[in-house]
């Protein structure tokens, strides 16, 4: 299986921040990574596809990079509905799919 | 409005079985992959199972491979999964999405716990 490691786990920060979470492949996955937002009590959200094509939908101070093993996904000017946890997902494979850990993003 | 809702969960002995199902309303099952993946509250995602649109070809993670049956009716627009020989690991909320590779649309989730 592919492994996915995101950090940080927590990540506190503050409105109007820009913060970054790293999410790094166990082997090459090209272009092939997802990002995903959960809340409390909700399903996750699909933010983010092939690397760095947002979802309909969602603000343009979501953004994601990467290839290969190492992605990141940033959010420019943090806004309090951001907070919530993240997750990457690789779909190099049906290896099986395999998500990251999650970071979770709190207010400061 | 795009709605899948997930039923069927509950409380069950180890060793015990149970059938979730996935109704879709505002969206068509009959076009798209659809998956289950689960999550202990508080824990990550972890993917556990994937049909084609046919019900022709289906997938499992290895922690349920032999135990679980992905199924559905594209007649009734929802998505089965049938869940055998439980243990306490499979104690966890079970989301069914759409999608091909990635998870779009999702449901809210029905909670399954083992335990005796």
């Given at each position: 299986?592919?492994?996915?490691?995101?950090?940080?786990?927590?990540?506190?920060?503050?409105?109007?921040?820009?913060?970054?979470?790293?999410?790094?492949?166990?082997?090459?996955?090209?272009?092939?990574?997802?990002?995903?937002?959960?809340?409390?009590?909700?399903?996750?959200?699909?933010?983010?596809?092939?690397?760095?094509?947002l979802e309909s939908g969602?603000?343009?101070?979501?953004?994601?990079?990467?290839?290969?093993?190492?992605?990141?996904?940033?959010?420019?000017?943090?806004?309090?509905?951001?907070?919530?946890?993240?997750?990457?997902?690789?779909?190099?494979?049906?290896?099986?799919?395999?998500?990251?850990?999650?970071?979770?993003?709190?207010?400061? | 409005?795009?709605?899948?809702?997930?039923?069927?969960?509950?409380?069950?002995?180890?060793?015990?079985?149970?059938?979730?199902?996935?109704?879709?309303?505002?969206?068509?099952?009959?076009?798209?992959?659809?998956?289950?993946?689960?999550?202990?509250?508080?824990?990550?995602?972890?993917?556990?199972?994937?049909?084609?649109?046919?019900?022709?070809?289906?997938?499992?993670?290895?922690?349920?491979?032999?135990?679980f049956t992905i199924s559905r009716?594209?007649?009734?627009?929802?998505?089965?999964?049938?869940?055998?020989?439980?243990?306490?690991?499979?104690?966890?909320?079970?989301?069914?999405?759409?999608?091909?590779?990635?998870?779009?649309?999702?449901?809210?989730?029905?909670?399954?716990?083992?335990?005796?």
């Amino acid at each position: 299986d592919i492994q996915m490691t995101q950090s940080p786990s927590t990540l506190s920060a503050s409105v109007g921040d820009r913060v970054t979470i790293t999410c790094w492949a166990s082997q090459s996955i090209s272009r092939w990574l997802g990002w995903y937002q959960q809340k409390p009590g909700k399903a996750p959200k699909l933010l983010i596809y092939d690397v760095s094509t947002l979802e309909s939908g969602v603000p343009s101070r979501f953004s994601g990079s990467g290839f290969g093993t190492e992605f990141t996904l940033t959010i420019d000017s943090l806004q309090p509905d951001d907070f919530a946890t993240y997750y990457c997902q690789q779909y190099n494979t049906y290896s099986p799919y395999t998500f990251g850990q999650g970071t979770k993003v709190e207010i400061k | 409005e795009v709605q899948l809702v997930e039923s069927g969960g509950g409380q069950v002995q180890p060793g015990g079985s149970l059938r979730l199902s996935c109704a879709a309303s505002g969206f068509s099952i009959s076009t798209s992959w659809m998956h289950w993946l689960r999550q202990v509250p508080g824990k990550g995602l972890v993917w556990v199972s994937r049909i084609n649109s046919a019900g022709t070809t289906t997938g499992y993670a290895d922690s349920v491979k032999g135990r679980f049956t992905i199924s559905r009716d594209n007649a009734k627009n929802t998505l089965y999964l049938q869940m055998n020989s439980l243990t306490a690991e499979d104690t966890a909320l079970y989301y069914c999405a759409g999608g091909g590779n990635l998870f779009d649309p999702w449901g809210q989730g029905t909670l399954v716990t083992v335990s005796s």
